[in-house]
Antibody, heavy 123, light 109 residues
Framework: QVQLVQSGAEVKKPGASVKVSCKAS????????MHWVRQAPGQGLEWMGI????????SYAQKFQGRVTMTRDTSTSTVYMELSSLRSEDTAVYYC????????????????WGQGTLVTVFS | SYELTQPPSVSVSPGQTARITCSGD??????AYWYQQKSGQAPVLVIYEDSKRPSGIPERFSGSSSGTMATLTISGAQVEDEADYYC????????????FGTGTKVTVL
C-alpha cells in the first residue's frame, strides 16, 4: 500500500531554513509527481509546488519562488522540501501529496497524503 | 496570481441540500477537485475531475462545472458532513501551477 512518511516536527528561528522529508513506499517512486501543500493554524490549504521524481523537474508557486527548493533522492524514494528565510508566517503543517495519475501532475481519482510535519517559527 | 473564490460559509439543516461554489477564470478548461477537511484531520478528496466521485465517498456528494464556476453539492447533508471544503485546480497557463480555493465552512444544524 502507498505510504508517505514525513520527518518530525521542527522548531526554527526567524531567518533559518527548514528541510522536510517525505519517504515514499508501496509504489514505483519515479512514476508519480509529488506536490507540497501547507496549512497555517486556522488557515486554508496552500499549494507550494510540485516535483517530478523521475527527472527532478520542479514548479513552485509564485509566492515561494526564491525561498523554496524541492529535491528528490531516487535511491531512498524520498522527496525533500526546503524553505529558507523563515518567518513567523511560515508556521504551518507541511504535507507531501502524491498525485494519482501515472506520470501526470494532476491528482486524478486518488491522492495520498503524508501525515504532515509541523514547522514552528518563533524567536 | 490565479485565484479560486469560494463563499466563506454555508449553513444547511440536516437532510437539506448544501451547494458550495468555486469561481475561477480557468475552470472552463481545467478540472476542479474538491476536498473535505474535518477539524484536525488531513484533507480527503470527495470529487475529482469536476464531477467524479472517488470510491468510498457517499453518493450524496456530487460535483458540476459550468463556465467559470464549479459547484459541490451535498444532497441530504448529514451532521458528519460539517467540515471545511476546498476546491482545487490549475491556472491553465501551461505551467504546473495549482491553487486551492479560499475554503468554505459548512455547518449542518
Amino acid at each position: 500500500q502507498v505510504q508517505l512518511v514525513q520527518s518530525g516536527a521542527e522548531v526554527k528561528k526567524p531567518g533559518a531554513s527548514v528541510k522536510v522529508s517525505c519517504k515514499a513506499s508501496g509504489y514505483t517512486f519515479t512514476n508519480y509527481y509529488m506536490h507540497w501543500v501547507r496549512q497555517a493554524p486556522g488557515q486554508g490549504l496552500e499549494w507550494m509546488g510540485i516535483i517530478n521524481p523521475s527527472g527532478g523537474s520542479t514548479s513552485y508557486a509564485q509566492k515561494f519562488q526564491g525561498r523554496v527548493t524541492m529535491t528528490r533522492d531516487t535511491s531512498t524514494s524520498t522527496v525533500y522540501m526546503e524553505l529558507s528565510s523563515l518567518r513567523s508566517e511560515d508556521t504551518a503543517v507541511y504535507y507531501c501529496v502524491r498525485a494519482g495519475l501515472f506520470n501526470e501532475p494532476d491528482i486524478g481519482e486518488e491522492d495520498y497524503w503524508g501525515q504532515g510535519t509541523l514547522v514552528t517559527v518563533f524567536s | 496570481s490565479y485565484e479560486l473564490t469560494q463563499p466563506p460559509s454555508v449553513s444547511v439543516s440536516p437532510g437539506q441540500t448544501a451547494r458550495i461554489t468555486c469561481s475561477g477564470d480557468a475552470l472552463p478548461k481545467k478540472y476542479a477537485y474538491w476536498y473535505q477537511q474535518k477539524s484536525g484531520q488531513a484533507p480527503v478528496l470527495v470529487i475529482y475531475e469536476d464531477s467524479k466521485r472517488p470510491s468510498g465517498i457517499p453518493e450524496r456528494f456530487s460535483g458540476s462545472s459550468s463556465g467559470t464556476m464549479a459547484t459541490l453539492t451535498i444532497s441530504g447533508a448529514q451532521v458528519e458532513d460539517e467540515a471545511d471544503y476546498y476546491c482545487y485546480s490549475t491556472d491553465g497557463s501551461g505551467n504546473l501551477n495549482y491553487v486551492f480555493g479560499t475554503g468554505t465552512k459548512v455547518t449542518v444544524l
